[in-house]
Every structure is written in structure tokens, then in C-alpha cells.
């Protein structure tokens, strides 16, 4: 058993394969956390819980002269405010007299098989036998507010997931002003807070900093997730790096506005919280009614935060994406966006596609501009029918012309918003989020569409499910291109205007459950500008999400860096486009564009038809070349091997497979130095003793040095992983190398 409940002492404990996880019911009902890290097997920590009597920190009223036990300084399972628990809370209910407190006493609990879900919105799934459940109920006696909290054990992945729902067992209305979904109370003050932070085309960049009295906050008040902070984020020891030091990781399961909140208190203790951000949040509960809080997913790592990557890496692809792809190869796309932009006929769509084919592209994809009269982004978002000028046949007549070609087709879409400029605005003005009174924010000349509408969801459904079922269409890349302001919805009173943030996040996972569930073979990418709305949620309903606008494979390194902490290769949508690059102006060799872009979800995004023979060779080498390496790439255990945000020189990353007996390491110089060092990287997660055979293939796509220069050595795993390999001499920028290991046969 992952779970078990010791009636007698009333402690809690949940095991996976590395970590412990314990709490305890105090004398006086309140549920206090023991403990989370490294593996206890045997034993109740009880006694780390210690109290004296110190000023400024109340007790609770039937602990009488008990002055030592406070809510203000004993570790709590749940934190909620108002009755003497000073640090940041999870839960404030305001009550219908005004009130606002919730004291909340251990009432029951449940252990049982599988994994609990939430109703409408995203969580890690499992089988029975997969994963364990623990429930306890906490109730507030004075108004009968409860809350139930749920854990969820995945033993083998080291994650213990949580969630609460909160009901009005009371007979009065009450309102949630919070309602955080965990708590993680940890008795120590050597912690950092690692954060990735970021901007349009520049998203999470990682920053580290250390835990100190008061508060370090990540957090998104954007509606999404944000392209400015990732609601991922790791607390280590001081000094934990890629192999040393505990870590935990907490990742919310949610794509729309987000707390996450790291305090240490008085004693030195860390608090950590997250959520759905209490700033505009307001949440009313009638009696008998429930509120749920999204998933948090806890991953603790004993030996840095390397493992603690890989273990959500597999627990992402395994139990939280669903569907046809979860585990199938994806096609190699070409893009037309980059290509064209708004600006192209069916004519040279197919003329892209066709060349795009002679390369061994297997899939098209039509972006942004075929619907409506979008010619540019001032106009057409909510008229999801095909604009006649460019697609006379329609998307159909499109994708009948493209499969013809043998290849597969997809479209981009972006349900979720309304251009003034469109029918749908004429006729429905007040379908999107703007307040009584005032003009609305605009961005990219767009406004928000009020998703919270089931008539808006509707037409979304109607109107875009139209043409999914009328064309054969096998991929789409659903887009969101701007952050929600004006949040005001003429579909609700006055008094539930707290409500509309996170209705509307419901409301998109309504639409996109609805859509993934009626068309379960196309694949689905996500995208948010790139990526503003990179979070677990959104891969519980697309397997992959587009990782940023910025393409420049230099730039993409540090981006795709950060992002393999929290999410795993297999979501990282990644393309090759032109050199120069159109966001930074920067050259680049096709074979360092192709190597950056296969730590990804691989594709093309470019005017392939302006190629020269060198690069057309050159694709269709890495495209028989990712094909072959596809699964071990996104499927396989992913290693950094260099820190991007230390490391001036090159950056290098390794793939492992399960059974260790291929590997694929790449580096790319970002700094050629005159009179240079000699370059080395330990490669990682071989078998020590295994013999292995490694190809050192030095790509170059310059006229004139047309010859990969390749060298072959042989080593056990443990020379390759303690000494290391040698990088060539790079002699320019950007020069890059790969590395294939493969294990010798005894
Ligand atoms: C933003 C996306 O990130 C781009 O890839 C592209 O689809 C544009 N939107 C289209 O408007």
C-alpha cells in the first residue's frame, strides 16, 4: 500500500518509490503536515512537530491554556485565514454576516485504487492499480464548509498529486475570496525558489533566487498562464543542480491566471502555496454547492533536479496526455506562417506543399488567414468559414488537393477570441469581455471572446466542428493571442464578476474536451503566441503546445532549456525557419537550425521552394534522420548536460533510451574563441559497464566543406559518463555536433 492511515496516531502516510510523504490529525482535529522529502519507509515523524508558548501567536480557542500549539506556527496541510494562521493562506471564506474564517477540523477519510479527476478540468489520469487515492474531509463546524483533499500517489513516478474540493455544507451562501489548491508546509529555511520567467518570444528563462523571510511570489495575472511566468516552479536545497541536492517540484495543472508563493515564517519554516490567483477571484457557493481547486503535481527528487525532470517528463507523457498520440510518432510538418504569413493563394499553398513533399514533409499545416476576410489581424477572428478568394473549394477542395499529394493536413485556429471587424462581432457584440461603461483593452487589434458563454461554445463547436467533419483535416493548432483584460461578462450579475477568470478557463477546456473527444484523430497542437500557455492543463487535451515565436535556434536553446525542466520533449513544438532568422536577424547553419529543432516536436517553417540543393539535401537527410531517431528523442530520458544560463561556450543535451542501449547527445558552439579551450561533455544515464560504440558526426552545410567529418571511438558507459567525450575544435559560432552511442553486442 502507497497509502496508509494509523487510526491510532492518526497519521498519514504516502510512499513512492523515493519519497515520503506524512501528516498527522492534532489532539484538537486540525491536519498538520509531518513531512515530505526523501523515503521514510518506517516510522511516524510526530515529534518534528514542536511548540512553546510565544508572543503574537495565538491558540486556538478549545486548546485552552495549551499556549504552545498555534495555527501560526505548526505546520499545516491546508492553510486558511482568519482564525490565527498569519501566513499565506489557501482558503478565505467569506461568510454571509461577514465574516471571514474557516477553522478546518479533521472530520474523515478514504483510501482507494486509481486516481480520483476532477470534473471539467484537467488532471493526471491512471488505471486502477496505477496509482492510489487519499481523501480527507476537513469541515468548518461553525458555517459547514468543507473541504475534501485529495491525493493522488503515483509510486513509480515519485508524484503525489493534489487537489480540493470545497463545498458549502452550510445552509447561507458563502464566498470563497481563495480557494488555492495545496499547501506544502516544510520545516526548513536552506531553500531556493527556481522560477521561469520570460516574454513574448523569449519564454521560460530560468531564475533562481533563495527563499527568505517574507514571501517570493511567481505568478500570472493574465488571464493565462503566461508567457512571463510558468506555472511550474522547483524549490531546492541551496546548491542542487542536475544531479545534486533535493528538489521539489509542483506544477499546477491549469491554464489561466495562477499563485504560486513561497514564504518563510518567524521560525524559519517554508510555506509554499499555489493556485488560481485570489486577485479578481470571487466564488460563490448557495448552500449544498461545491467549488473545485485545480491539480497541483508534487515530484520530490533526492538527487537534483535532472530526475526530478525525467520523473514528469514520463508521468506527463504517460498519464496526462490522452488520445491517438500520446504515444505515436508525430508527423514532420511544414508551416506555411513564417512562409507568408497572411498573404498566399490556395495556388501557392499547394506549390509550398508539393516541395515540401519532395523533401519528405508528411504534413502541411495552413495557418493563420484562410477564414473569414482575415487579410490581416485587424479583422476576421470569429468567422470560422473559408475565405473564398483564397481557398475557392474551400478547406475541403484544400485538403482533398493536399492529401492528394500524399500528405496529411492541418489548420490553425483561435477560437477563443473576436476581431471588431468580423460577422460574429456585428452580430453578437456582446459575446466578448469588455466592462459596462468602458472601451475594452485592445491587443493585436483583437478583443476576448467571453468563453464563459456555452452559447459562445457553442457556435465555436458548430461553426469550426463544421469544417473538421466536412474536410479531411488531421491536425490543428489551436491559438490564443492575447492576455484577458476587461474581464466583465454580460452573461452573469453583478455579484458573480469574481467568477468570469477562471469560467473562462472552464469554458475552454469544455470546448476543447468537446472537440479532442469528437475528433480523436487529429492531432492537436496548442500555441499562445508561441508559448504563453505552456502548462500541464493544456497538455491534458493536446500533446503538443507550439514553444515559441521565436525561432532563432540560439534563442530557442535557452527557451527549450527552461522548458524541458516542467514539460517533456514530446510537447515542445519546435521548427526550422529561414536564415537569417525573421526575429533575431541572425545566420545560422541549417544543420545547427535542425539539430535545436529536433529536441522537439519537429517541423519546418519556412519557404522551402526558395531552397538552394545544398539545403534540400541537407533536409532530406534530417528528415530521414529525425524518423529514424523520432522515438528515442521524444519518447526516450532526456539529460541536460550544460547550463544555458552559465555556459558561454556551448550548450549540449543528451537522449537516452529506456534501456539504455542508444543515446544521441548534440552540442552547439555559441562562442567560438580564438586560441580555444578544449571542449568536453560527460554524457549521462549509460550502463557503467556497457561498451559502447560513438559516432561523432560533425555536421556542416557550407559550400565547399560539404563532407561530414565523422569519428568513432569506443568506451564503457562509465568513461563516457565520468571522463567524458570530446567536443571537436568548433571554429566558428554556432557550429554544432552530435554524438549516436550505441551499445556494443557482447
Ligand atoms: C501566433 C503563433 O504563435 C504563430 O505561430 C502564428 O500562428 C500566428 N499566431 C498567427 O497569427
Redesign the pocket.
Known sequence: MAITFNEKTKVFSMHTKNSTWQMQVSKYGHLLHLYYGRKISEGELSYLVRGINRGFSGTPYEAGEDRAYSLDTYPQEYSAFGVGDYREACLCVEHEDGSRAAELLFDSCEICQGKYMLSGLPAVWADKGEAETLKILLKDKASGVEVTLLYGVFEEYDVITRACRIRNGGETEVWLERALSACLDIQRDDLEMITFYGRHTMERLIERGKCRHGKIVADSLRGSSSHQQNPFVILCETGAGEEWGECYGMSLVYSGSFLAVAEVDQLNQTRFVMGIHPQGFRWKLKAGEEFTAPEVIFSFGGSGYGDLSRNLHRLYREHLTRGKYRDKRRPVLL?N??AT??HFTEEQLLSLAADAKELGVELFVM???WFGGRNH?RCGLGDWRANPKKLPKGVKGLAEKIHQLGMEFGI?I?PEMINEDSDLFRTHPDWCLTAPGRTPNRERGQLVLDMSRPEARDYLFDSIGKILRKAKVDYV?W?M?RSLSDVWSGACSAMRQGEIGHRYVLGVYELMERFVSCFPDILWEG????GGRFDAGMLYYMPQI?CS?NTDAIERISIQYGTSFGYPVSSIGAHVSVSPNLQTGRTMPLATRGIVAMAGAFGY?LDVRKLNCRERELIREQIRWYKQYQELMLYGDYYRLTKTEENQDFAAWQFVSRNQKLSLASAVCLHARSNPLFGRIRLKGLKEDAWYQVRRERLTDEPGMESEEQEVTMCPGGGLMHAGVNLPVFEKDYESVRFVVEMMEC
Open positions: 508551416n506562417w513564417e504569413e497572411f495557418d493563420d488567414g489581424d490553425w483561435e493548432k491559438d493571442n500555441c499562445s503566441g508561441g507550439w515565436d517553417e
